[in-house]
């Protein structure tokens, strides 16, 4: 992506720019609507952070006044709620298919890299042809294949399915096809086999296209909430996401929700998000404009 | 061993994807052709039937009238916003950056945590966008409890939530047009209104069209706004067709019901998706030689 950036469209659009004043009121129109969107996008934000910290009283108050704030919600999400549980739930269950789904495709990927083998074009072809299948359709039977495996509302039936992914083989495969052969040849003469090869050499050069494609099975898994939603039951089961669904609306309708205890919950559940946000943001557009032109 | 190994290495990958991806399609088709719900010993071979259950159901076209309007509803404001905002952010000045950053930031957000937000900013009594609206002296809105007006309030959160998204899409587009374009263009003297209509936009259709579609195929996979911020209500005025699915199938106990469903939205998708691979020319056919 680098290279594109230096060469074509972006200094056609920066001469487009030159020569323009900076107050002129084209510019101040532009940085007014650039501006407010912004804020569109803050101040949501920016609100879980308000609330969470506010009152659980004057929060339902139509005067009401955030101030002083006080960390009571955290406090009771900590303790009265069980989120501790459903944070180590979700790390639980995010970590390891994080893990596990880069580590499928790392292999299959080497394989498509590098190896001639029969049936090599059709059965990357059944692989990718996943990216098109939405995971909706596979909800019915696969909650029926777990009833059947006695694993529903278990860890395991959170994590199998997400073990292996269309998009992760075949971008890590474009990928380790741009590494040089003669690199695997090379430690093939020093007496390197297959396996070696992959650990020592494909694996450290592909790093940026690993850490892309972890980043979005922690991102997707960490989000995920229709299955979870589905297959658990016990409360001692339930990720970030559904606990904080039920902290929002429990079974009994028509309750006033916790706002402040609901903002708190929320705000746990973005936290890690966030932070691998502000990190990994640059590798996450890359890989998102790399992976959408599938 | 050598012949064995490349499948070795790709056996992990396989395994997953046709336990819980392929087998799954299959198992699909079998359970739509049959009548079965969770008290039943025996599911029974009903042929087509649960097909002309679903397209004779007015919960079905109901389903799909929503879907559909949400769907419409997103899409204009959600390419529109983001064409501008990319054409004004492309060049890759760092205050251009950082704005790129914040647009984006909700594409990572659990819909979930996003739902909660919006419940929160579109309470009728207490939410923020009607603490606005009177203090301008203006009448608050049923964001969320006006049957009419509901899906459109979804729709709103999708386009938050989905904008940033489409910026970067447009704004990689963008860099893919020759700068020779833009200069000739100079030289012919157009304005930077006419370089826009009669360079840009043009130039940027595929990725359009790219965008639309997938926006569509997005569109007709709510569920998670719809779980949080309404549960299908009011008056199933925004129970979408995934939702409708799942009360079906999994609340309903209906598999056969639920699995016709789930195969209608699949044939639906995929002939979407095929269409989108047809939008991806082969100069953005990123990689493929």
């Known amino acids: 992506m680098a290279t594109t950036e230096a060469t074509s469209g972006q200094h056609a659009l920066l001469k487009v720019g030159r020569g323009r004043r900076a107050w002129s009121p084209a510019a101040t129109l532009r940085a007014l609507f650039l501006g407010l969107l912004a804020i569109a996008v803050l101040y949501p934000l920016w609100n879980i952070l308000a609330i969470s910290l506010a009152d659980r009283s004057s929060v339902i108050s139509t005067d009401r006044t955030l101030w002083p704030p006080t960390s009571d919600a955290y406090a009771r999400a900590w303790f009265n709620v069980p989120f501790p549980r459903y944070f180590l739930n979700s790390l639980i269950v995010t970590g390891t298919v994080t893990i596990g789904n880069t580590l499928t495709a790392i292999l299959a ?18 692989i990718v042809g996943t990216l098109m299948i939405p995971a909706h359709v596979t909800l019915i039977p696969n909650y029926l294949t777990f009833a059947s495996w006695h694993m529903l509302d278990t860890r395991g039936a959170l994590i199998l399915p997400f073990l292996a992914s269309g998009f992760s083989v075949f971008f890590l495969r474009q990928f380790m096809r741009g590494i040089p052969k003669s690199l695997d040849e090379a430690a093939r003469m020093d007496g390197a086999g297959t396996w ?23 991102i997707g898994n960490w989000n995920e909430f229709v299955w979870p939603l589905l297959t658990t039951s016990s409360e001692d089961m339930r990720t970030v996401q559904i606990g904080l669904r039920y902290l929002l609306r429990d079974e009994g309708e028509g309750a006033t929700p916790d706002w402040p205890l609901v903002m708190a919950g929320t705000m746990i559940t973005l936290l890690p998000l966030l932070v691998a946000y502000l990190f990994a943001e640059r590798h996450m557009i890359r890989g998102i404009t790399m992976g959408s032109f599938r | 061993m050598k012949r064995l190994s490349p499948y070795l290495y790709v056996a992990p990958t396989l395994i ?16 739509s052709l049959h009548r079965w719900d ?13 097909f002309r259950i679903m397209f004779g159901s007015d919960q079905f076209s109901n389903a799909l009238k929503i879907t559909a309007l949400f769907t419409v509803a997103s899409i204009p404001p959600m390419l529109i916003l983001a064409l501008g905002v ?7 000045t760092r205050p251009n950056r950082v704005l790129r950053s914040v647009y984006f930031m909700p594409t990572v957000m659990s819909a979930v945590a996003i739902g909660v937000i919006f419940d929160w900013m579109m309470n009728t009594e207490i939410g923020t966008f009607n603490t606005w609206l009177r203090a301008l002296g203006l009448d608050g809105v049923d964001w969320l409890i006006d049957p009419d007006l509901a899906i459109y309030s979804l729709a709103m959160v999708e386009v938050w939530k989905q904008v940033g998204y489409n ?45 639309l579609i997938l926006a569509v195929i997005n569109g007709f996979q709510v569920y998670t706004f719809v779980e949080v911020m309404t549960q299908g209500g009011p008056a199933r005025g925004t129970e979408v067709l995934l939702f409708y699915l799942v009360r079906t199938g999994f609340e309903g106990g209906n598999v056969g019901l639920g699995s016709a469903i789930a195969l209608f939205l699949f044939g639906l998708l995929i002939l979407l998706t095929l269409l989108k691979m047809l939008t991806i020319g082969r100069k953005v056919h990123y990689g493929y030689d």
């Open chain 2, 167 to 211: 910026v970067v899409i447009y704004a990689a587009g963008l860099q893919a047009i020759p700068a020779t374009v833009y200069e000739a263009a100079r030289m012919d003297g157009a304005t930077s209104w006419q370089r826009f209509r009669d360079v840009t936009f043009p130039l940027v259709m595929s990725t359009t069209f790219f965008l």
């Open chain 2, 86 to 92: 990319a054409v004004l952010i492309a060049p890759p």
């Open chain 1, 196 to 218: 070696t090869i992959l650990w020592t050499i494909i694996v450290p050069l592909s790093w940026p296209a690993i850490a892309v494609v972890a980043l979005f099975a922690f």
């Open chain 2, 16 to 31: 997953v994807l046709g336990l819980f991806v392929y087998w799954p399609i299959v198992y699909s088709v079998w359970l």
């Open chain 2, 38 to 50: 969770f008290l039943m010993p025996q599911p029974q071979y009903v042929g087509l039937d649960n």
């Open chain 1, 109 to 126: 990927a080497y394989a498509f890299a590098r190896a001639e083998f029969r049936g090599r074009e059709f059965l990357f072809l059944l």
